[in-house]
């Protein structure tokens, strides 16, 4: 039986564009023989030629310089072989995965599915006030993760150990169906993000209210506002069934 395997996926880009990234990092979380998900050793990364100059706004957040990606390979020589690595691997893993995927496309990943750790965090911690990559690492403060090894920030491979590490204790808390499926769904944000409403939570939303967050631009806003709108008709309907998942929120 092949090894259950998830790879995490960081990179680092080099401003706008389809090809740009200039960073890949990976961090790899496997099933041990207790049946627990764990980080392994298995991590590294590789500087990738952009094919264009790196922009001083992106080398002020990575600090990646175009000396450092000149003799680097391209995108589309590197990818696959992070992407793709020899053996079996279940998903992929990012934070925010949305992006990833822009340049991670079918092509590289041969189709392998998604878990994005953003939208899972928003289901397993609901009650935490910050869903960033680095906000979880200090909330949370996961245990085993040596924090220099997820130093520095905003690179690749100490960004994915980190993303990694949440990962791991999702695993260990709820189901690698429930991500993937979590993950291919717009994020359920615990609480309202913005406006007057701002930080209260779904439940003491007016309906009203709800009704025009709808509307809202953002497909994870108007997500979250349906799926609380759903949960009071359901209610209103079966007024002796409580809600399986309780309250509903999101930062």
Known sequence: MAESRIRVIDLETGGNGP???CEIGWQDVVINEAGKWEVTDERGAFFVNPGRPISPDTMAIHHILDSHVVDAPYWKEIA??????????????????????????PRYT???????????????????????????RYQRMPEGLVHEIGLPAHRAMPDAYVTAH????????????????????????????????????????????????????????RYSAHTELARRQEHKASPDIKPAQGTLGFE
Request: aromatic share 8%; glycine share 6%.
């Open 110 to 136: 041969g189709g392998t599915p998604w878990i994005c750790t953003w939208k899972c965090a928003l289901r397993v911690w609901p009650e935490l006030p910050r869903f960033s990559n680095q906000m979880l």
């Open 19 to 21: 090809n740009v990234v």
């Open 80 to 105: 696959s072989t992070v992407l793709r690595p020899p053996g079996h691997i279940d998903a992929l893993a990012a934070h925010r995965a949305a992006f990833e995927q822009r340049y991670c496309t």
């Open 166 to 221: 949440h990962l791991r204790d999702m695993l260990n808390e709820t189901s690698l169906e429930d991500c993937l499926a979590w993950s291919n769904e717009p994020g359920l944000l615990p609480r309202v993000p913005a406006g007057p409403d701002r930080g209260k939570p779904w439940d003491r939303i007016s309906t009203e209210t709800l009704a025009q967050l709808i509307a809202d631009r953002d497909v994870d806003v």
